[in-house]
């Protein structure tokens, strides 16, 4: 019966990524099939706790973001949680390997925006670092399947991919970081006064790193190649609607990719993985 308990506890992260994500979710659904779950597994822990610093303002951030670290933990030692968002990660976490370096600085990121409304440089950095690379490091544990040599080779263009991705995501949310949650994550950037030459300066920066990141991407295992660069082609093309949408208006709207557009990227990424392009 424990598989069972084992596989709801991973329906349930796959739940979690459907309603939170069309776009993580169709990238999962185009990756081989045994990187389903634990990629679902992995979101789901990652998405319930931005949610607690980013959503869950009428309630005790900093004791629901503590309780969630410490149970994760506890998850992790015992191999077992009734939470099944930490029972499914932590599944996976001992699957794959996952170093416990990488949780704790996910979760020391997510402290950080409890903290910090105006990051500077180590900070930035820092917090990049925690957000989002080493959740992309994750998931490549998860895709090279015990191989550590292929790890050691992908791990420098994934954590570039993971800092593309958040860049991109702090440039499209501007707005509501700022206005909604009093957040300036790029360093000495004034939000009152984004200027046409800082925005500049932020798409080279993310434009080097899908750069250095590509390499990774088409080296990933066949399994994971096409998923990941689905991900990546789709923010590839919110960041060029970013970088063609003037500054002052990125800070008063959020640009997105229409489900239309998202599905197409689909189609064409299908395509050229069948032709062996990618």
Do not use: W
């Not at 959503?55 to 015992?78: G, P, Q, V």
């Not at 009734?82 to 949780?103: A, G, R, T």
């Not at 096409?226 to 640009?255: C, N, W």
Request: glycine share 4%; with cysteine; hydrophobic share 40%.
């Amino acid at each position: 019966m424990l598989e069972l308990f084992n596989r709801t506890t991973l329906e349930c992260s796959k739940l979690i990524t459907e309603h939170y994500s069309t776009s993580f979710t169709l990238g999962i659904k185009t990756l081989d099939r045994r990187f389903h779950f634990p990629i679902y597994a992995i979101y789901g822990f990652v998405r319930y706790a931005d949610e607690i610093v980013d959503t869950f303002h009428n309630f005790d951030k900093k004791y629901l973001l503590d309780k969630f670290k410490a149970d994760a933990y506890e998850a992790i030692a015992n191999g077992i949680s009734l939470n099944p968002v930490l029972h499914s990660f932590q599944l996976v976490v001992h699957q794959y390997k996952i170093e416990q370096e990488l949780i704790e600085a996910f979760l020391k990121s997510m402290e950080m925006d409890l903290y910090f409304q105006d990051y500077n440089d180590n900070g930035y950095q820092e917090y990049i670092y925690g957000s989002a690379e080493v959740v992309g490091l994750m998931c490549l544990r998860v895709f090279c399947e015990g191989d550590s040599a292929m790890y050691d080779r992908l791990l420098a263009p994934a954590r570039k991919l993971g800092s593309a991705f958040q860049k991109v995501n702090f440039l499209r949310d501007l707005k509501s970081d700022y206005l909604e949650r009093g957040r300036i994550y790029f360093p000495g950037v004034d939000f009152n006064d984004f200027s046409k030459n800082a925005k500049q300066l932020i798409e080279e920066d993310i434009q080097r790193d899908f750069d250095e990141a590509y390499v990774g991407v088409m080296n990933l295992p066949k399994g994971a190649r096409m998923g990941v660069h689905l991900a990546y082609t789709y923010y590839r093309t919110l960041f060029d609607k970013i970088k063609a949408v003037p500054a002052s208006r990125i800070q008063h709207e959020r640009v997105r990719v229409p489900d239309r557009t998202k599905i197409a990227l689909l189609a064409q990424t299908y395509l050229k993985y069948r032709l062996n392009v990618i």
